[in-house]
Protein backbone atom coordinates (compact mmCIF):
# COMPACT_ATOMS: atom_id res chain seq x y z
CA UNK A 1 0.00 0.00 0.00
CA UNK A 2 1.49 3.78 -0.97
CA UNK A 3 1.60 6.12 1.17
CA UNK A 4 -1.30 8.12 -0.63
CA UNK A 5 -3.26 5.05 0.29
CA UNK A 6 -2.50 4.81 3.67
CA UNK A 7 -3.89 8.64 4.14
CA UNK A 8 -7.49 7.31 3.47
CA UNK A 9 -10.08 8.42 1.59
CA UNK A 10 -12.94 10.70 2.71
CA UNK A 11 -15.98 11.60 0.61
CA UNK A 12 -16.19 15.20 -1.13
CA UNK A 13 -19.95 16.33 -2.20
CA UNK A 14 -20.76 13.07 -4.21
CA UNK A 15 -17.14 11.87 -4.95
CA UNK A 16 -14.72 9.91 -3.19
CA UNK A 17 -10.66 11.55 -2.83
CA UNK A 18 -7.82 10.44 -1.24
CA UNK A 19 -7.57 12.35 2.13
CA UNK A 20 -3.66 13.04 0.94
CA UNK A 21 -4.38 16.22 -2.10
CA UNK A 22 -2.64 18.69 -4.18
CA UNK A 23 -2.96 22.47 -3.84
CA UNK A 24 -1.65 24.09 -7.27
CA UNK A 25 -1.52 27.63 -6.35
CA UNK A 26 2.53 27.42 -5.97
CA UNK A 27 2.54 26.37 -9.38
CA UNK A 28 2.00 30.34 -10.23
CA UNK A 29 4.61 33.18 -10.58
CA UNK A 30 6.27 34.86 -6.63
CA UNK A 31 3.54 35.92 -4.62
CA UNK A 32 0.81 33.67 -6.82
CA UNK A 33 1.52 36.12 -9.50
CA UNK A 34 2.24 35.68 -13.29
CA UNK A 35 3.44 33.21 -15.01
CA UNK A 36 6.10 30.14 -13.23
CA UNK A 37 9.54 30.59 -12.96
CA UNK A 38 9.68 27.13 -14.67
CA UNK A 39 6.90 26.15 -16.84
CA UNK A 40 7.80 22.91 -17.56
CA UNK A 41 8.61 21.73 -14.00
CA UNK A 42 4.83 23.27 -13.11
CA UNK A 43 3.43 20.82 -15.80
CA UNK A 44 5.77 18.10 -14.69
CA UNK A 45 4.67 18.11 -11.29
CA UNK A 46 0.68 18.11 -11.57
CA UNK A 47 1.12 14.89 -13.57
CA UNK A 48 3.82 13.51 -10.98
CA UNK A 49 1.26 14.40 -8.60
CA UNK A 50 -1.60 12.42 -9.92
CA UNK A 51 0.76 9.00 -10.95
CA UNK A 52 1.36 8.79 -7.19
CA UNK A 53 -2.14 8.42 -6.90
CA UNK A 54 -3.83 11.77 -6.18
CA UNK A 55 -7.27 12.57 -6.97
CA UNK A 56 -8.13 16.20 -5.52
CA UNK A 57 -6.58 18.95 -6.79
CA UNK A 58 -7.15 22.35 -5.05
CA UNK A 59 -6.91 25.51 -7.04
CA UNK A 60 -8.59 29.28 -8.52
CA UNK A 61 -8.23 31.34 -11.25
CA UNK A 62 -7.47 34.28 -8.92
CA UNK A 63 -3.67 32.38 -8.97
CA UNK A 64 -1.79 34.09 -11.39
CA UNK A 65 -4.52 35.21 -12.19
CA UNK A 66 -5.78 32.52 -14.71
CA UNK A 67 -1.81 31.21 -15.22
CA UNK A 68 -2.52 28.36 -12.48
CA UNK A 69 -5.71 26.73 -14.33
CA UNK A 70 -4.10 26.69 -17.61
CA UNK A 71 -1.48 24.96 -16.56
CA UNK A 72 -3.62 22.46 -14.98
CA UNK A 73 -5.42 22.06 -18.32
CA UNK A 74 -2.55 21.61 -20.54
CA UNK A 75 -1.07 19.22 -18.05
CA UNK A 76 -3.70 17.21 -17.22
CA UNK A 77 -7.03 17.38 -19.87
CA UNK A 78 -8.51 15.67 -20.78
CA UNK A 79 -9.06 14.46 -16.82
CA UNK A 80 -9.20 11.04 -15.52
CA UNK A 81 -12.49 10.16 -14.26
CA UNK A 82 -11.88 9.85 -10.71
CA UNK A 83 -10.20 13.54 -10.56
CA UNK A 84 -11.71 15.83 -8.28
CA UNK A 85 -11.18 19.77 -9.03
CA UNK A 86 -11.83 22.68 -6.46
CA UNK A 87 -11.38 25.95 -6.84
CA UNK A 88 -12.28 29.08 -4.90
CA UNK A 89 -13.82 32.41 -5.81
CA UNK A 90 -14.87 35.59 -4.21
CA UNK A 91 -11.65 37.46 -4.43
CA UNK A 92 -9.26 38.87 -7.46
CA UNK A 93 -6.35 40.06 -8.36
CA UNK A 94 -5.02 43.89 -8.42
CA UNK A 95 -2.83 45.12 -11.24
CA UNK A 96 0.18 45.48 -8.26
CA UNK A 97 -0.55 41.71 -7.23
CA UNK A 98 -3.13 42.90 -4.48
CA UNK A 99 -5.40 40.33 -3.40
CA UNK A 100 -9.02 42.61 -3.52
CA UNK A 101 -12.91 41.02 -2.96
CA UNK A 102 -15.19 40.27 -5.63
CA UNK A 103 -18.49 39.53 -3.92
CA UNK A 104 -20.80 41.22 -6.42
CA UNK A 105 -23.22 38.56 -8.54
CA UNK A 106 -22.05 39.86 -11.70
CA UNK A 107 -17.98 39.06 -10.52
CA UNK A 108 -19.16 35.51 -9.06
CA UNK A 109 -20.75 34.49 -12.02
CA UNK A 110 -17.89 35.86 -14.36
CA UNK A 111 -15.49 33.93 -11.84
CA UNK A 112 -17.01 30.83 -12.42
CA UNK A 113 -16.97 30.93 -16.23
CA UNK A 114 -13.26 32.21 -16.21
CA UNK A 115 -12.65 28.90 -13.90
CA UNK A 116 -14.21 26.56 -16.45
CA UNK A 117 -13.26 28.06 -19.43
CA UNK A 118 -9.37 28.42 -18.61
CA UNK A 119 -9.50 25.04 -16.81
CA UNK A 120 -11.63 23.10 -19.84
CA UNK A 121 -14.58 22.08 -17.94
CA UNK A 122 -18.65 22.55 -18.76
CA UNK A 123 -19.47 22.14 -14.26
CA UNK A 124 -17.07 22.58 -11.75
CA UNK A 125 -17.00 19.82 -9.40
CA UNK A 126 -16.38 21.87 -6.36
CA UNK A 127 -16.44 26.00 -5.36
CA UNK A 128 -15.52 27.66 -2.34
CA UNK A 129 -16.98 30.76 -2.05
CA UNK A 130 -13.78 32.54 -0.08
CA UNK A 131 -15.30 35.31 2.32
CA UNK A 132 -13.25 38.64 1.96
CA UNK A 133 -14.29 40.60 4.73
CA UNK A 134 -10.56 40.98 6.39
CA UNK A 135 -7.78 39.50 4.25
CA UNK A 136 -5.93 38.52 7.27
CA UNK A 137 -8.03 35.71 8.92
CA UNK A 138 -12.42 35.40 8.97
CA UNK A 139 -14.53 38.08 10.06
CA UNK A 140 -17.69 38.20 10.68
CA UNK A 141 -20.59 39.97 8.63
CA UNK A 142 -23.01 38.10 6.19
CA UNK A 143 -22.52 36.21 3.41
CA UNK A 144 -26.60 35.70 2.34
CA UNK A 145 -25.90 37.84 -0.71
CA UNK A 146 -22.60 36.08 -2.24
CA UNK A 147 -23.80 32.98 -1.08
CA UNK A 148 -27.05 32.98 -2.50
CA UNK A 149 -25.57 34.44 -6.15
CA UNK A 150 -23.23 31.04 -6.10
CA UNK A 151 -26.55 28.86 -5.11
CA UNK A 152 -28.03 30.38 -8.12
CA UNK A 153 -25.45 29.20 -10.87
CA UNK A 154 -25.50 25.70 -8.88
CA UNK A 155 -29.25 25.69 -10.00
CA UNK A 156 -28.19 26.74 -13.27
CA UNK A 157 -26.20 23.57 -13.52
CA UNK A 158 -22.47 24.92 -13.59
CA UNK A 159 -21.78 23.75 -10.28
CA UNK A 160 -21.92 20.82 -8.52
CA UNK A 161 -21.24 21.65 -4.95
CA UNK A 162 -20.30 24.46 -2.55
CA UNK A 163 -17.79 25.07 -0.42
CA UNK A 164 -17.06 27.69 2.23
CA UNK A 165 -13.40 29.37 2.75
CA UNK A 166 -12.45 31.69 5.24
CA UNK A 167 -15.34 31.76 7.40
CA UNK A 168 -16.22 31.77 11.00
CA UNK A 169 -18.63 29.26 12.79
CA UNK A 170 -21.91 31.75 12.70
CA UNK A 171 -20.82 32.12 8.47
CA UNK A 172 -21.33 28.30 8.18
CA UNK A 173 -23.88 28.02 10.12
CA UNK A 174 -25.95 31.32 8.02
CA UNK A 175 -24.73 29.39 4.79
CA UNK A 176 -25.81 25.56 5.73
CA UNK A 177 -29.61 27.49 5.77
CA UNK A 178 -28.79 28.91 2.54
CA UNK A 179 -27.12 25.79 0.57
CA UNK A 180 -25.79 22.29 1.26
CA UNK A 181 -21.92 22.81 2.20
CA UNK A 182 -19.81 20.03 1.54
CA UNK A 183 -16.31 21.36 2.67
CA UNK A 184 -14.86 24.02 4.63
CA UNK A 185 -11.16 25.71 4.43
CA UNK A 186 -9.82 27.57 6.63
CA UNK A 187 -6.62 27.83 7.87
CA UNK A 188 -5.76 25.32 10.41
CA UNK A 189 -2.04 23.95 11.89
CA UNK A 190 -0.48 22.59 15.00
CA UNK A 191 -0.01 25.96 16.29
CA UNK A 192 -2.84 27.58 15.38
CA UNK A 193 -6.09 25.63 16.27
CA UNK A 194 -9.20 27.94 16.80
CA UNK A 195 -11.56 25.66 14.56
CA UNK A 196 -10.70 22.51 17.08
CA UNK A 197 -14.31 22.39 18.02
CA UNK A 198 -15.54 23.44 14.47
CA UNK A 199 -13.58 20.19 12.93
CA UNK A 200 -15.34 18.10 15.06
CA UNK A 201 -18.91 19.43 14.41
CA UNK A 202 -18.05 19.24 10.62
CA UNK A 203 -17.18 15.25 11.44
CA UNK A 204 -19.96 14.49 12.72
CA UNK A 205 -22.15 15.94 9.87
CA UNK A 206 -19.71 14.75 7.26
CA UNK A 207 -18.38 17.95 5.90
CA UNK A 208 -14.64 18.15 4.63
CA UNK A 209 -12.27 20.22 6.47
CA UNK A 210 -9.29 21.61 4.08
CA UNK A 211 -6.68 23.25 6.33
CA UNK A 212 -4.64 25.84 4.47
CA UNK A 213 -1.23 26.54 5.89
CA UNK A 214 -0.18 23.24 7.76
CA UNK A 215 3.44 24.86 8.68
CA UNK A 216 2.27 28.30 8.92
CA UNK A 217 2.16 29.78 5.40
CA UNK A 218 3.84 32.99 5.10
CA UNK A 219 5.14 33.31 8.42
CA UNK A 220 6.40 29.20 8.88
CA UNK A 221 5.93 27.53 12.25
CA UNK A 222 9.35 27.46 14.32
CA UNK A 223 9.06 24.50 16.57
CA UNK A 224 11.88 23.28 18.43
CA UNK A 225 8.57 20.56 19.92
CA UNK A 226 8.09 19.78 16.04
CA UNK A 227 11.66 19.45 14.89
CA UNK A 228 13.02 16.85 17.32
CA UNK A 229 9.46 14.95 16.46
CA UNK A 230 10.45 15.30 12.92
CA UNK A 231 14.45 14.12 13.73
CA UNK A 232 13.36 10.84 15.49
CA UNK A 233 10.64 10.01 13.16
CA UNK A 234 13.93 10.17 9.86
CA UNK A 235 11.15 12.68 8.49
CA UNK A 236 10.61 16.42 7.62
CA UNK A 237 8.92 18.94 9.80
CA UNK A 238 6.44 19.38 6.87
CA UNK A 239 5.81 15.63 6.96
CA UNK A 240 5.35 15.35 10.80
CA UNK A 241 2.79 18.52 10.48
CA UNK A 242 0.60 16.87 7.78
CA UNK A 243 0.75 13.27 9.50
CA UNK A 244 -0.80 15.26 12.70
CA UNK A 245 -3.50 16.97 10.47
CA UNK A 246 -4.19 13.35 8.98
CA UNK A 247 -4.58 11.93 12.61
CA UNK A 248 -6.32 14.75 14.10
CA UNK A 249 -9.98 14.06 12.23
CA UNK A 250 -10.88 11.92 9.47
CA UNK A 251 -12.89 14.80 7.50
CA UNK A 252 -9.58 16.48 7.16
CA UNK A 253 -8.59 16.65 4.03
CA UNK A 254 -4.85 17.95 2.89
CA UNK A 255 -3.64 20.20 0.02
CA UNK A 256 -0.18 20.81 0.40
CA UNK A 257 1.39 23.03 -2.38
CA UNK A 258 4.73 22.83 -4.02
CA UNK A 259 6.07 23.38 -7.36
CA UNK A 260 9.02 20.65 -7.28
CA UNK A 261 8.70 17.10 -8.18
CA UNK A 262 10.79 16.07 -4.92
CA UNK A 263 8.83 18.31 -2.52
CA UNK A 264 5.91 16.70 -3.76
CA UNK A 265 6.87 12.96 -3.26
CA UNK A 266 8.27 14.54 0.61
CA UNK A 267 4.70 15.78 0.72
CA UNK A 268 2.72 12.18 -0.20
CA UNK A 269 5.10 10.53 2.27
CA UNK A 270 3.74 12.01 4.88
CA UNK A 271 1.02 9.45 4.26
CA UNK A 272 2.77 6.65 5.25
CA UNK A 273 4.23 7.96 8.54
CA UNK A 274 2.48 6.81 11.91
CA UNK A 275 2.64 8.90 14.85
CA UNK A 276 2.12 7.07 18.15
CA UNK A 277 0.04 8.42 20.73
CA UNK A 278 2.71 9.87 22.82
CA UNK A 279 4.22 11.79 19.90
CA UNK A 280 0.66 13.01 19.23
CA UNK A 281 0.41 14.44 22.77
CA UNK A 282 3.67 15.39 22.44
CA UNK A 283 2.91 17.72 18.55
CA UNK A 284 -0.67 18.56 20.95
CA UNK A 285 1.47 20.30 23.40
CA UNK A 286 2.79 23.00 20.56
CA UNK A 287 -0.50 25.10 20.45
CA UNK A 288 0.02 25.97 23.91
CA UNK A 289 3.97 26.59 23.64
CA UNK A 290 2.54 28.85 20.59
CA UNK A 291 -0.41 30.94 22.57
Avoid at 14 to 28: E, I, P
Avoid at 45 to 58: E, F, K, P, S, Y
Avoid at 154 to 174: C, D, M
Wanted: aromatic residues 6%; charged residues 20%; hydrophobic residues 45%.
Amino acid sequence: MTSIEQSGTFTLGDRTVKRLGYGAMQLAGPGVFGPPRDHDAALAVLRAALAAGVNHIDTSDFYGPHVTNRIIREALHPYADDLVIVTKIGARRGPDGSWLPAFSPEELTQAVHDNLRNLGLEVMDVVNLRIMFDTHGPAEGSIEAPLSALAELQRQGLVRHIGLSNVTPTQIAEGRRIAEIVCVQNQYNLAHRADDALIDDLARDGIAYVPFFPLGGFNPLQSSTLNDVAKRLDATPLQVALAWLLHRAPNILLIPGTSSVGHLQENLAAGGLVLSDDVVAELDAVARIAA
